[in-house]
T-cell receptor, first 115, second 113 residues
Framework: NAGVTQTPKFQVLKTGQSMTLQCAQD?????MSWYRQDPGMGLRLIHY???????DQGEVPNGYNVSRSTTEDFPLRLLSAAPSQTSVYFC??????????????FGPGTRLTVL | DQQVKQNSPSLSVQEGRISILNCDYT??????FLWYKKYPAEGPTFLIS?????DKNEDGRFTVFLNKSAKHLSLHIVPSQPGDSAVYFC????????????FGKGTKLSVKP
């Protein structure tokens, strides 16, 4: 099993550009989520999904869109990048019942810089 | 306002000794607490969790203690090993609801040989 994979590992954008961060998992997990981690901060939830076709907002959803057309994939779209979105982005997956009480499996992260 | 606080940004411990990482929370509705470990350039990995109906949970060298009245939990690592050097995040949730796992800012543990 590859676990949770994220692409790209690094990305530099100019203000106003759009892009999609990819996330895939091969563990047949229903629950997938996106977090961002800023320097000196904990992880903050952007969006999450409890299954294909179902998404919901987390703590910091503004400026981001998600969709979940398959169980395996959960892409994160930046609509118009801003310097405040410079961060490290982590995707995670788990079984629904374990999402908030037990193990979430995290990807290696995407380091995004917006100039 | 931070709901989960890790007030020590860093901790240095000698190999073989005990490491104690602390975490405080403010939301009395939290009923699950988790610890994640993170190495540089990697995603966090789950370490151990505890439900609010317990006051202790143990897994090998790792033990988490929960003091609900003080809204405080701690992670004990005994004995500490150099490979334990990482950033440790405390996280909390209202386990029955969907949505947010609230993370603290993390404590960087350095275990010196």
């Amino acid at each position: 099993n590859a676990g949770v994979t994220q692409t790209p590992k690094f990305q530099v954008l100019k203000t106003g550009q759009s892009m999609t961060l990819q996330c895939a998992q091969d563990m047949n997990h229903e629950y997938m989520s996106w977090y961002r981690q800023d320097p000196g901060m904990g992880l903050r939830l952007i969006h999450y999904s409890v299954g294909a076709g179902i998404t919901d907002q987390g703590e910091v959803p503004n400026g981001y869109n998600v969709s979940r057309s398959t169980t395996e994939d959960f892409p994160l779209r930046l609509l118009s990048a801003a310097p405040s979105q410079t961060s490290v982005y982590f995707c995670a997956s788990s079984r629904v019942l374990e999402a908030l009480t037990d193990t979430q499996y995290f990807g290696p992260g995407t380091r995004l810089t917006v100039l | 306002d931070q709901q989960v606080k890790q007030n020590s940004p860093s901790l240095s411990v000698q190999e073989g000794r005990i490491s104690i990482l602390n975490c405080d929370y403010t939301n009395s509705m939290f009923d699950y607490f988790l610890w994640y470990k993170k190495y540089p350039a990697e995603g966090p990995t789950f370490l151990i969790s505890i439900s609010s109906i317990k006051d202790k949970n143990e897994d090998g060298r790792f033990t988490v203690f929960l003091n609900k009245s003080a809204k405080h939990l701690s992670l004990h690592i005994v004995p500490s090993q150099p490979g334990d050097s990482a950033v440790y995040f405390c996280a909390a949730s209202e386990g029955g609801s969907q949505g947010n796992l609230i993370f603290g800012k993390g404590t960087k543990l350095s275990v010196k040989p």
